[in-house]
């Protein structure tokens, strides 16, 4: 009996506490949350714990929970149970819903709960996503008190990667009553598992789950260049939810020598995969901060900049805005796109560029170095006039190589006068009139293409 007055007496002062935690929240703006007390009332919760009954012992510690958290109006909590119906086929039942004012319903249930039937409480789980408000301004938790799940029907830990796996639930809690025997394998599986061995610690771990969820972590984010200093800037950022790959947070990471990081109010409960904005991007996965303190995390993102750009010299026909592709070296996947004369910024190492002139030039296991700029300068291309006969015809120009031909374009069979733009080299245009079939009547002519000049091509 005296165990059970000094855990009334520690629940009853946790309930003062409360109010006084919450207004220490970071963020002005207190989120909703909705609680889903899932109880255990099968047979086996008339078995003795300590001073009394488990059933009563829960019944006395949630009646001052709910004394607790009276005018705690960002607060809702719900009651489904399981075990404590004559009808096997029902297994469960929401008893209270959430609601405005529905403490005197919880209270009133709570105290004529009976212990009555076997285990459902995987059913019980399944069925609780349907129990929450269909609102997306509210967080949902689940809190399960049970002592022991080995007898259930269903797999509770599948069921529960399924409810958490839906994104409605932000966090499941299980407590875990009386002896360790009941519980011959843990329960993390299915949530925050905690096993109580005494009644003392009963009301304590209820107190620490509100508090828990009524607090926010602080975390800011540093990004450090090679050397470990905070000079990258300017890098979008994105926290998503690592059980459901939802988004969260979205920000833009700036730093500056009279302007701090931001600092982000995060969801304690929650796992966090960061997503840096980077070429390529820096990711970082699972990560987990505590509720009430300030994190101070550094990502290392060495970053430089590349630049493509041609010869600062005036040509008399207009000059392409090429496409440029950079691939990391030796990876196939397409990185980025960039246009000549712009700076992009890629983190340090080696990289591939491809430019789609004509014909394309490849630049291969180009160095980016932290903090440094790489600015390349491409040729200057030339322009081909050429002059085809005055008849459809079908035709290419190939650039001509040490090894052989390279395809650099087609030719556009309806327009005797084409003006091409190619880089500086050597080309051969074939071409053939569409109504002649043999192959003395295919044409062809070499050329010279120079830097800024214009070549004449005439094929009569």
Partial sequence: MRRLLITIMLIAACGAWIPACAQKAPSPKQEKTNLLLILDCS??????????????????????????????????????VFGHLNDRDLGTQLEVPFGPDNLYKLRSKIKTLVPNGGCTAASALTNSLNDFPRSPQSRNLLLIITDGLDECDGDICDVARRVNGSGAVVQTFIIGIGSAENF??????????????????????????????????????????ADHHPYETDIPLALFDHSTHTLRHATIHHYGTDTPPDT???????????????????????????????????????????????????????????????????????????????????????????????????????????????????????????????????????????????????????NINERIVLMPGNYIVILRPDDETDYDAVQTATFTIHSAQQTGVAIK
Avoid at 52 to 58: A, G, L
Avoid at 199 to 213: G, K
């Fill in 264 to 414: 982000l109010a995060l969801d304690p409960l929650l796992a966090y995969d960061i997503t840096l904005a980077t070429r390529p991007p820096v990711q970082l996965t699972d990560l987990r901060f505590k509720p009430g303190q300030h994190t101070r995390l550094e990502i290392t993102a060495p970053q430089g900049s590349l630049r493509l750009h041609l010869p600062n010299k005036r040509t008399s026909f207009q000059l392409p805005d090429y496409t440029i592709f950079v691939r990391r070296h030796a990876d196939p996947a397409l990185l980025a796109t960039q246009r000549l004369n712009d700076k992009a910024y890629y983190l340090a190492g080696r990289y591939d560029v491809d430019i789609l002139s004509l014909p394309a030039i490849h630049l291969d296991n180009i160095a980016i170095r932290s903090g440094s700029d790489t600015d390349l300068q491409i040729p200057l291309p030339g322009q081909l006039a050429l002059t085809k006969p005055p008849v459809p015809a079908t035709g290419s120009i190939y650039a001509l190589q040490p090894d052989g031909l390279e395809w650099v374009c087609d030719l556009d069979p309806a």
């Fill in 184 to 225: 011959t394998t843990s329960l993390d599986c299915a949530g925050r598992f905690t096993l109580l061995s005494d009644e003392e610690r009963f009301a304590e771990t209820l107190y620490q789950i509100l508090l828990l969820s009524d607090q926010q972590a602080l975390l800011t984010i540093d990004v450090t260049d």
């Fill in 43 to 80: 047979n086996s919760m008339w078995d003795k714990w300590q001073s009394d009954s488990k059933i009563k012992v829960t019944q006395q510690v949630l009646l001052r929970l709910l004394d607790s958290i009276e005018g705690q109006h960002h607060i809702d909590i719900a009651l489904r």
